[in-house]
């Protein structure tokens, strides 16, 4: 009776029992079906657990995170490309350079330059402003046309950020035409600005000076400060001041929303 208790009724085929005359007690090799460390089934629930829910943190998903926006860039500057920065974008050029725009400020995330300001700083080179459709320098402001009225060719334009002077300074490379036989002059006209953060995102900047230097044959000549137009004469149009937003930041793309509506892409110089 003591086996019946002790030990359990192993299948037939697989075990092999022998009885002792001196002990009455059966030995039994019980063979059981336990598979080798090295050919143990892994866990189902653990293997799909692992698929279905990958962790934001490892290598794969910021991998394919990385993919996307790099993905999302290149559609946006193909976008853009061959618009002369917007000069010849017509309606269905800015529809697409600011869908384009969208989805890479989605991927991109809420910018937060309360804790990355310092992704600002440097020399920025415009490769697009949907303001300039309107063939004007001032963009979404007023400005001189361009090719039209006078004889005015735009050059390369770049914004200069100094996140420690709080400096802010457009850039624009002008090519003025003059009376044949004499060459096109050649100057860099740079617009300076301050700059103060007015939320996460927001950034406003306030018109200093306007200086004018010339570049080619007449380099050597000293920059001239422009004088500033007196308030009083001021349109109300021109206040002076800007505000932006900046909706996508990387260390070499970024992105503006203006407060007139102007969408800027700038890639860093």
Not at 213 to 238: C, F, H, M, Y
Request: a neutral charge; one cysteine or more; hydrophobic letters at 35%.
């Amino acid at each position: 009776m003591a086996s019946l208790t002790l030990l359990p009724h192993p299948p037939p085929s697989h075990s092999h029992c022998s009885s002792s005359s001196s002990l009455l007690r059966p030995r039994c090799n019980i063979h059981l079906l336990t598979p080798k460390p090295s050919q143990r089934r892994p866990s189902l629930v653990k293997s799909a657990v692992d698929v279905a829910d990958p962790s934001p943190s490892s290598s794969a998903y910021a991998g394919d995170t990385s993919d996307s926006v790099s993905s999302l860039k290149l559609n946006l500057l193909s976008a853009v490309s061959g618009l002369n920065r917007g000069l010849a974008a017509n309606e269905d050029d800015l529809r697409k350079a600011d869908d384009a725009a969208k989805e890479l400020e989605a991927a991109g995330g809420v910018v937060d330059l309360s804790v990355g300001l310092d992704k600002l700083q440097g020399r920025w080179k415009l490769i697009y402003s949907s303001g300039f459709s309107s063939r004007t320098l001032g963009g979404s402001r007023p400005g001189p046309p361009i090719g039209r009225l006078l004889p005015i060719t735009l050059g390369q334009v770049f914004q200069r950020i100094d996140i420690f002077s709080k400096d802010f300074d457009n850039i624009v490379e002008l090519q003025l035409g003059a009376p044949w036989p004499l060459p096109p002059l050649e100057v860099t006209a740079t617009l300076a600005h301050k700059f103060e953060l007015i939320g996460s995102s927001k950034i406003k900047i306030v018109f200093e000076k306007t200086t004018v230097k010339t570049a080619g044959n007449l380099s050597q000549l000293p920059p001239l400060e422009v004088p500033r137009i007196p308030d009083a004469l001021r349109p109300s149009s021109n206040t002076g001041s800007g505000e932006f937003e900046v909706t996508y930041l990387d260390s070499d793309t970024r992105i503006t929303r203006g407060d007139r509506g102007e969408l800027r892409v700038f890639v860093i110089s």
